[in-house]
């Protein structure tokens, strides 16, 4: 995980979730996804809905502090 993912956790934790629509690059998004750091929702064909497991937001509050 590098300090761009850090920074992503901390916006998602804030704003409590993540919306993507359309023709997005979801790779940064996929491989926290993978890490077991978010939960991505499909909401259609195009739209995901990414919000943060527990231990995303146990990552997202260590960086804060």
Do not use: C, H, P, W
């Not at 901390?10 to 979801?26: C, H, L, M, P, S």
């Not at 995901?48 to 997202?60: D, F, P, S």
């Amino acid at each position: 995980m590098d300090e761009q993912d850090m920074i992503l956790l901390r916006e998602i934790a804030a704003q409590g979730k993540r919306y993507t629509a359309g023709n997005v690059d979801r790779r940064r998004y996929q491989r926290l996804v993978d890490a077991g750091f978010l939960m991505a929702n499909t909401v259609n064909v195009s739209d995901v809905l990414y919000e943060l497991t527990e231990a995303g937001r146990a990552v997202a509050a260590a960086a804060i502090r």
